[in-house]
């Protein structure tokens, strides 16, 4: 289960109504590869297709993420896995994670749980002391760039798209 200090964050921030109605926020255990996997080739695949990057990091995510520092956050809700969303280290001078592959099932979208892993995400940001977080999506997607600007994100001017159909750069300063 997610650590004391994310659990008192979400509450602080009017989550406490979807904890009491099953929707909680696990880590990653190999055992949810597949769902990770199954629920990223869904959303990508129903626009556009996997990219050789999207492979690398959907088929290696001990390797690709978890080794280098990152954290995979699933999402259950009643006690079914509902979603995914990965906080990736960077090795970069000015981003120190990136927010990615967040995925959640279409006949439960609109629930806020997008919303309840994105925070998840951005408050373990802030416990690993991260200062800015980066990521990378497609305007296509209107509820999640709508997400994505209520949670602070801003549009910054290209900065490096690992993907061909990646035609929005965002940034998010935590405080």
Same mark, same amino acid.
């Given at each position: 289960m997610i650590k004391y200090g994310l659990i008192r964050a979400i509450i602080r921030q009017n989550l406490?109504?979807?904890?009491?109605?099953?929707? !909680?926020?696990?880590?990653?255990t190999f055992s949810s590869k597949s769902l990770a996997f199954q629920m990223n080739e869904n959303w990508i695949t129903? $626009?556009?297709?996997?990219?050789? $990057?999207?492979?690398?990091?959907? %088929? !290696?995510?001990?390797?690709?993420?978890? %080794?280098k520092g990152g954290y995979i956050f699933v999402a259950? !809700?009643?006690g079914e896995p509902v979603g995914v969303c990965s906080l990736c280290k960077m090795n970069d001078s000015i981003y120190d994670y990136e927010l990615a592959k967040l995925a959640v099932t279409p006949n439960i979208q609109g629930k806020g749980i997008g919303r309840f892993l994105c925070e998840a995400v951005i408050n373990q940001a802030k416990e690993l002391g991260a200062t800015k977080i980066f990521l990378e999506s497609n305007t296509l997607l209107k509820p999640a760039i709508n997400l994505y600007?209520?949670?602070?994100?801003?549009?910054v001017a290209e900065y490096h798209p690992l993907y061909?159909?990646?035609d929005i750069q965002m940034e998010l300063t935590i405080k």
């Amino acid at each position: 289960m997610i650590k004391y200090g994310l659990i008192r964050a979400i509450i602080r921030q009017n989550l406490k109504k979807l904890l009491v109605s099953g929707l !909680y926020v696990t880590d990653y255990t190999f055992s949810s590869k597949s769902l990770a996997f199954q629920m990223n080739e869904n959303w990508i695949t129903s $626009h556009w297709q996997l990219e050789a $990057h999207d492979l690398e990091i959907l %088929d !290696y995510p001990q390797e690709n993420i978890l %080794d280098k520092g990152g954290y995979i956050f699933v999402a259950t !809700y009643k006690g079914e896995p509902v979603g995914v969303c990965s906080l990736c280290k960077m090795n970069d001078s000015i981003y120190d994670y990136e927010l990615a592959k967040l995925a959640v099932t279409p006949n439960i979208q609109g629930k806020g749980i997008g919303r309840f892993l994105c925070e998840a995400v951005i408050n373990q940001a802030k416990e690993l002391g991260a200062t800015k977080i980066f990521l990378e999506s497609n305007t296509l997607l209107k509820p999640a760039i709508n997400l994505y600007r209520k949670l602070g994100f801003k549009e910054v001017a290209e900065y490096h798209p690992l993907y061909a159909r990646g035609d929005i750069q965002m940034e998010l300063t935590i405080k």
